[in-house]
Antibody, heavy 119, light 106 residues
Framework: QLQLQESGPGLVKPSETLSLTCTVS??????????WGWIRQPPGKGLEWIGS???????YSNPSLKSRVTISVDTSKNQFSLKLISVTAADTAVYYC???????????WGHGTLVTVSS | DIQMTQSPSTLSASVGDRVTITCRAS??????LAWYQQKPGKAPNLLIY???SLESGVPSRFSGSGSGTEFTLIISSLQPDDFATYFC????????FGQGTKLEIK
């Protein structure tokens, strides 16, 4: 059964870089069958797609965040990662890693990790 | 950007009730829509993909329909385990989400 697990600091200082990693088990990123992505939900607000990456490193990002986002993949570790630079309090959210839905299947999500931006 | 409008935001119902949740897209998304169930502190759980395809292992009381801009999730007979939050996700053009429907016990 596919499982995704987010890891990384739960507290980041303003203006610094938020870094998260997603470890995938029960499936292989290198099968190149899907896009993998990051989604976040600020407290009390809706869900927002941050960006996506494929097995070959091709990425797509939400235009509203594109200048601050880097998403990368490490197929040897079956992981993909998110870096968000110059964070502010508005970046405080639960961050989810996901296998994104496509023409043949729906999406699968990790449990999410709360990242708080505060000094 | 494709905006997804989900209604209602809160729904009170009883065990055994039939409930309907609606998602409307700001432009056609064909049938590229998924529905998820989420319980507090847990990962969202896929129920329906491609608007009407039931995910393996999901009870048949859940069904989805629609295409274009209007979609519905129906739970035919509510069970105690179904009280949760439900949200839709379009994946026709990148990804965007409904605001969620919290299904509460009446």
């Amino acid at each position: 059964q596919l499982q995704l697990q987010e890891s990384g600091p739960g507290l980041v200082k303003p203006s610094e870089t938020l870094s998260l990693t997603c470890t995938v088990s029960g499936g292989s990123i290198s099968s190149c069958s899907y896009y993998w992505g990051w989604i976040r939900q600020p407290p009390g607000k809706g869900l927002e797609w941050i960006g996506s990456v494929s097995c070959d490193g091709t990425t797509y990002s939400n235009p509203s965040l594109k200048s601050r986002v880097t998403i990368s993949v490490d197929t040897s570790k079956n992981q993909f990662s998110l870096k968000l630079i110059s964070v502010t309090a508005a970046d405080t959210a639960v961050y989810y890693c996901t296998r994104l839905p496509d023409s043949t299947s729906g999406g699968y999500w990790g449990h999410g990790t709360l990242v708080t931006v505060s000094s | 950007d494709i905006q997804m409008t989900q209604s209602p935001s809160t729904l009170s119902a009883s065990v055994g009730d039939r409930v309907t949740i609606t998602c409307r897209a700001s432009q056609s998304i064909n049938n590229w829509l998924a529905w998820y169930q989420q319980k507090p502190g847990k990962a969202p759980n896929l129920l329906i993909y491609k608007a009407s395809s039931l995910e393996s292992g999901v009870p048949s009381r859940f069904s989805g329909s629609g295409s274009g801009t209007e979609f519905t999730l129906i739970i035919s007979s509510l069970q105690p385990d179904d009280f949760a939050t439900y949200f839709c996700q379009q994946y026709n053009n990148y990804y965007s989400f409904g605001q969620g429907t919290k299904l509460e016990i009446k």
